[in-house]
């Protein structure tokens, strides 16, 4: 007979956003009158930019000759794409990553749960609490975890609590782990890390040979000066990193899909005899046989980012989104909530008043306001008593959102 994964058995409820579809659509099904406001999924409403869609449409032209059509891409990305990326999201800004170093795919999302598949399952895996539940999830797939708690909580897994005593920044963990998800600026908290709370964690990743799982996909939302975009920008982080960034944010391509993983040569991790091997390597290895890499004209359309009207036209839409977040910060901090967040990133995160849960502010605010968030508990359990806005909307959206959750009771 055929058996499953019984890793899978371990997951509790549906995945999150899954979830809030589900309870949405009912609400919708039963109130086909009303107008419901999503800002709950981080999914961007802005169409791609200008300079975008002509390099899109000259990738597809091409497909349609003979003389320039491409066939199956080189796996690790194309070398115009790759050395665009190279070049003005590193090396202009000082950092030595080299083409040879990224892999473009099809989403963060994918690479930050099969990253995972190079790694042995008696590794220890630490992540923040709340925090993007990607990594929670994939984790008890893989088979590194035990059941789930009465307290939300994995056996196996190593929490690390976010909270507001703690600036949403995790402490270095008692239990030492080998590998640790660190997400800035932070889904779900809008929090970001400075360079000493980064050098903290890379000093403590070379102790211990373990391995920093990055994901710097909300990066280009980074508005104050001195907090690093990357954490290559740390001393002695290329020995311990790999770092995660998404096209789907910064440039609207979640409908479209494309993203980076950059793996340094210099990082390696161990077999069981203590024998070091190329975590680079193994990637390139995974990736050869199970992905066949991302279409032609979609990474000609991401190179068109880097073009200097391309920069232009992809700052205004990050400025776009900021200014969604500033209005809401300022909404919901003028009538009494605890807002954090929406500076740095297109997240606000908010305290629940009357120490209401996640999921009961989530069904108020959809049955009396018609408006979608995202529960906190839904990130973890320290996120339980919190509430995620996306800034991903339309203005005008945003503004009557704003104004009927004011009117709330």
């Known amino acids: 007979m055929a058996l499953i994964n019984e890793n899978y058995l371990k997951l509790q409820a549906g995945y999150l ?31 791609l930019v200008p300079s975008v869609v002509k390099a899109f449409h000259e990738g597809v032209d091409e497909m349609a000759k ?90 196996g897994i190593i929490y690390m609590p976010c909270t507001k005593e703690n600036g949403f920044i995790p402490e270095l963990p008692t239990e030492v782990p080998d590998l640790i998800f660190l997400c800035y600026p932070n889904n779900p908290t809008g929090t970001v890390a400075s360079k000493k709370e980064l050098k903290k964690w890379v000093d403590y990743a070379i102790a211990n040979n373990a391995i920093i799982l990055y994901d710097a996909a909300y990066e280009a939302f980074i508005t104050e000066d001195g907090i690093p975009r990357s954490i290559y920008e740390i001393e002695g982080a290329k020995k311990v990193a790999i770092e995660f960034r998404s096209f789907s944010k910064t440039a609207g391509f979640t409908g479209t899909r494309c993203a980076i993983t950059v793996i340094p040569e210099e990082l390696v991790a161990y077999d069981t005899t203590g024998k070091t091997h190329s975590v680079k390597a193994l990637w390139n290895r995974r990736q050869s046989t199970k992905f066949n890499g991302v279409s032609y004209p979609v990474q000609k359309a991401a190179a068109a980012i880097y073009s200097e009207e391309g920069k232009k036209e992809v700052a205004e839409i ?23 967040g929406g500076i740095n990133a297109p997240y606000v995160w908010v305290k629940t008043k009357n120490d209401m849960t996640s999921w009961d502010f989530f069904d108020k605010v959809l049955n009396e306001a018609n408006v979608v968030g995202t529960p906190g508990s839904g990130f973890g359990p320290a996120g339980e008593g919190y509430f995620r806005f996306s800034a991903f909307a339309d203005r005008e959206n945003v503004l009557e959102a704003m104004e009927r959750v004011k009117n709330l009771a």
């Open 17 to 47: 956003f899954p979830e809030i579809g589900r309870r949405v659509n009912e609400f919708i099904e039963a109130n086909p009158d009303k107008k419901v406001i999503k800002m709950g999924i981080g999914d961007v409403t802005q169409p």
């Open 66 to 155: 003979g003389e320039t059509f491409k066939g199956y891409g080189p796996e690790q990305g194309y070398a115009f794409l790759r050395e665009a990326i190279a070049k003005n999201s590193y090396q202009d800004n000082g950092i030595d990553i080299s083409a040879n170093e990224i892999f473009v795919s099809d989403g963060s999302k994918c690479d930050t749960g099969n990253i995972q598949e190079i790694f042995g399952n008696d590794n220890k895996i630490a992540i923040c609490d709340p925090v993007y539940p990607v990594y929670a999830d994939t984790t008890v797939m893989s088979g590194k975890t035990g059941t789930c708690q009465a307290n939300g909580y994995y056996d």
């Open 318 to 340: 990050i400025a776009y989104y900021l200014e969604n977040a500033k209005i809401m910060r300022a909404s919901l901090a003028e009538i009494g909530y605890e807002v954090y």
